[in-house]
């Protein structure tokens, strides 16, 4: 009689077992969701009407991403080789982490900034330079810029920056990239559409520049993971090599067309968002409350050493807000979506309540 094979728990990779698992706080979001940066309101209604017209058949297939690689692009003014569409930003992120970094490798970015940077690096053997900014939070570019080493593969910003809402400016941006001739360049322009700033348009004309962009803030896609990556076409061939054929599925590359093309409907949320963001930014001027002027949909303000209470509090007052106290440098710091106006301020009468109960802000006085 054959013996039981014996049963041995395979071991992940070294790297692997030093890794966090990442929980995004995502149960029991049924109230105000002002805590991932999302659109609070809904996608286009364009989109609405493609989803609806969807067969059961269609389904059948494999997505094919090309000929909506080619409708983007062309958007972008770039060649369809040039873009890669992705599961959102954070696949984006995962495969360009992958193509690029290797053991010995540095990735350099400032700190705080969007957590999976460092999560995917991790993964990779890459050593991870990161430059803490000071108290205001500003980019740290004199350090940034004195960081750089022969060893640095990959630089990597969010502008605007999460969450601190701040940006680099091109100057900046060009200066670093001019300075790291041998480094991907990778600028996440994620809160683009509330910002403006761009450096989309020297993708293709710099060698070493790629640019993310994604549809799960402004366009209100986030449920459908739809991200992109543009670039020269020499590094986009490498991350295709490196990219699931279909890992963009077949509902979000049919939506994609009518949410670009319902240029009205972002008009719309952007403008009411801009709109909200100022006025929220009075309301916590008014309350006495330390803020970060934001360029993009959320706002950091300071809370203090009651920053688990203010957001368990305003929690029961049904508005979710994001604690970014475990990010480097933002102890006691709390983040807060944008969302309408009319939202907004419900969230400003939240606010006033809950500082009001904790004695924050002018209400410690
Ligand atoms: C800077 C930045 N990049 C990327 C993402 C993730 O985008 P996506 O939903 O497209 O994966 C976020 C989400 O919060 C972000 O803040």
Redesign the pocket.
């Known amino acids: 009689m054959a013996e039981a094979p014996i049963s041995l728990t395979p071991a992940p990779r070294a790297r692997v077992q030093a890794m966090q698992e990442y929980h995004p706080p995502l149960g029991g979001r049924d109230a105000m969701r002002l805590d991932?940066?999302e659109n609070t309101v809904a996608c286009s209604p364009k989109v609405r009407e493609v989803l609806a017209q969807i067969s059961a058949g269609s389904l059948t297939r494999y997505p094919e991403r090309g000929p909506v690689e080619a409708v983007v692009a062309a958007r972008l003014g770039l060649r369809a080789e040039q873009v890669v569409l992705?599961?959102?930003?954070?696949?984006?992120?995962h495969v360009l982490f992958e193509t690029f970094l290797d053991t010995g490798d540095e990735l350099l970015l400032p700190r705080p900034?969007?957590a999976?940077y460092e999560i995917y690096a991790s993964a990779t053997g890459a050593r991870v330079i990161a430059v803490q900014a000071g108290d205001d939070l500003q980019f740290p570019f004199e350090r940034l810029s004195s960081a750089i080493s022969p060893r640095t593969k990959l630089i990597a910003i969010?502008n605007?920056?999460?969450?601190s809402g701040l940006i680099a400016t091109r100057a900046q941006l060009l200066e670093l990239l001019r300075r790291a001739p041998q480094a991907v360049f990778f600028v996440?322009e994620?809160?683009f559409h509330f910002c403006g700033e761009t450096v989309m348009d020297l993708v293709g004309a710099l060698p070493n520049l790629v640019v993310?962009r994604?549809?799960?803030?402004a366009y209100g896609l986030?449920g459908l993971?739809?991200?992109l990556l543009a670039g020269p076409t020499e590094l986009m061939r490498w991350v295709r090599r490196v990219l699931s054929p279909y890992s963009v599925n077949s509902l979000a590359l049919a939506c994609l067309p009518p949410a670009l093309d319902d240029t009205a409907y972002l008009d719309w949320y952007v403008s009411e968002v801009l709109a909200a963001r100022s006025e929220f930014e009075a309301a916590v001027d008014a309350a006495g409350v330390r803020r970060w002027p934001s360029r993009a949909n959320f706002i950091l303000i300071e809370i203090g050493a009651r920053h688990a209470e203010f957001v368990q509090r305003m929690r029961a007052a049904g508005v979710l807000v994001r604690d970014r106290s475990s990010d480097p440098g933002c102890d006691g710091r709390v983040r807060i979506t944008i969302g309408t106006r009319e939202q907004m301020r419900q969230a400003a009468a939240a606010l006033n309540e809950t500082l009001a109960a904790l004695r924050i802000g002018s209400e410690a006085q």
Do not use: C, W
């Open positions: 991932f940066n992705t599961n959102g930003v954070d696949e984006a992120i900034t969007y999976m969010a605007p920056n999460n969450p996440d994620a809160y993310a994604t549809f799960s803030k986030a993971r739809l991200g």
